[in-house]
């Protein structure tokens, strides 16, 4: 088992708006926080979901982080985002799932445990990658929310599903798992 910096492995959070053409990714700033990486369990603990506030100035209301946990917990995490949103996953790209997730007020949502299959043909390079190269990885969450405009910013509301945590190569608004795009 090895510590990281968790801000490593700070996920990018997709939201997709049914009915509106909207669609964010968030970098979730995890520094200072430290996980842990057990390659040959296929857990990673204490990974940080989703924070308040985005780098990109938009805002998480309290009450949306709250009543998503359970939505959060137990959520599929695939390898890459799907070709086809409206095919169904392949059961190949289906990497681990997020386990003990908790809301903590004024910080956000975290899982106690990411736990993935360590026979999965892509988890050597994923354990590899989080320890030594964590800027060639991010977490990317397709989710369905409401959004409201407040004070000339957006404001997630209510996140009503979340359809799966991807593991991408390339985040939407991140270099790597820790640094925002200006």
Same mark, same amino acid.
């Given at each position: 088992?090895?510590?990281?910096?968790?801000?490593y492995l700070?996920? /990018?959070?997709c !939201?997709?708006v049914?009915?509106?053409d909207?669609? *964010? /990714?968030?970098?979730?700033?995890?520094?200072?926080? =430290?996980?842990?990486?057990? &390659?040959?369990? $296929?857990?990673?603990?204490?990974?940080?979901?989703? $924070?308040?506030?985005?780098?990109?100035?938009?805002?998480? +209301?309290?009450? &949306?982080?709250?009543? &998503?946990v359970?939505?959060?917990?137990? +959520?599929?995490?695939?390898?890459?985002?799907?070709?086809?949103?409206?095919e169904?996953?392949?059961?190949?790209?289906?990497?681990?799932?997020?386990?003990?997730?908790?809301?903590?007020? #004024?910080?956000?949502i975290?899982?106690?445990v990411f736990?993935?299959?360590?026979?999965?043909?892509?988890?050597?390079?994923?354990?590899?990658?989080?320890?030594?190269?964590?800027?060639?990885? #991010?977490?990317?969450?397709? *989710?369905?929310g409401k =959004?409201? =405009?407040?004070?000339? #910013?957006l404001?997630?509301?209510? *996140? +009503?599903?979340?359809?799966?945590?991807?593991?991408?190569?390339?985040?939407a =608004?991140?270099?790597? !798992?820790?640094?925002?795009?200006?």
């Amino acid at each position: 088992t090895s510590l990281v910096p968790l801000a490593y492995l700070a996920p /990018c959070v997709c !939201l997709y708006v049914r009915g509106m053409d909207v669609s *964010i /990714c968030e970098f979730v700033d995890n520094r200072g926080l =430290t996980l842990a990486v057990d &390659a040959a369990a $296929g857990v990673v603990k204490n990974v940080k979901l989703l $924070g308040a506030k985005s780098a990109n100035g938009r805002t998480y +209301s309290e009450a &949306a982080m709250r009543d &998503a946990v359970t939505l959060y917990e137990g +959520s599929k995490v695939y390898l890459n985002h799907p070709v086809n949103s409206k095919e169904p996953r392949r059961v190949e790209d289906r990497f681990g799932e997020m386990r003990g997730v908790s809301y903590k007020p #004024g910080e956000g949502i975290f899982a106690e445990v990411f736990a993935y299959n360590p026979k999965h043909q892509f988890a050597e390079a994923f354990a590899w990658n989080a320890e030594h190269a964590p800027h060639s990885l #991010g977490f990317s969450h397709n *989710i369905v929310g409401k =959004t409201s =405009t407040k004070n000339g #910013g957006l404001v997630v509301e209510s *996140i +009503s599903k979340v359809n799966s945590v991807d593991l991408v190569a390339e985040p939407a =608004t991140t270099r790597g !798992l820790h640094e925002s795009l200006d």
